[in-house]
Nanobody
């Protein structure tokens, strides 16, 4: 049984930084593409970033490019999302998701079979 657990959310002032972690267990971690999504109140869940199995390819939503960095440590079964220069519009619940496919339609929620419970990120102005 695959489990996905996020951590690292919190309250931060605009311009600050947070690092989210996503631990995946129950199956070979390096077999998953991993993505981060977020959902603000009253809005649909949206893509933030994704990283391929080997970590050699990443993708970012335009509004976070240059501010967020996704990385993975396959030895620790963990993916990280370093978030810098945070803005109030980054406020949302952030979800980590694991996809058994190797880099297919990574910006859509559809391919991701396993989801975490989410972690709240709040950026104050």
């Amino acid at each position: 049984q695959v489990q996905v657990v996020e951590s690292g959310g919190g309250l931060v002032q605009a311009g600050g930084s947070l690092r989210l972690s996503c631990a995946v267990s129950g199956r070979t971690f390096s077999s998953f593409t991993v993505g981060w999504f977020r959902q603000a109140p009253g809005k649909e869940r949206e893509f933030v970033a994704a990283i391929r199995r080997s970590g050699d390819i990443t993708d970012y939503e335009d509004s976070v490019k240059g501010r967020f960095t996704i990385s993975r440590d396959n030895a620790k079964n963990t993916v990280y999302l370093q978030m810098n220069s945070l803005k109030p519009e980054d406020t949302a619940i952030y979800y980590c998701a694991a996809d058994p496919a190797n880099w297919v339609n990574v910006r859509s929620v559809v391919p991701y079979d396993y989801w975490g419970q989410g972690t709240q990120v709040t950026v104050s102005s």
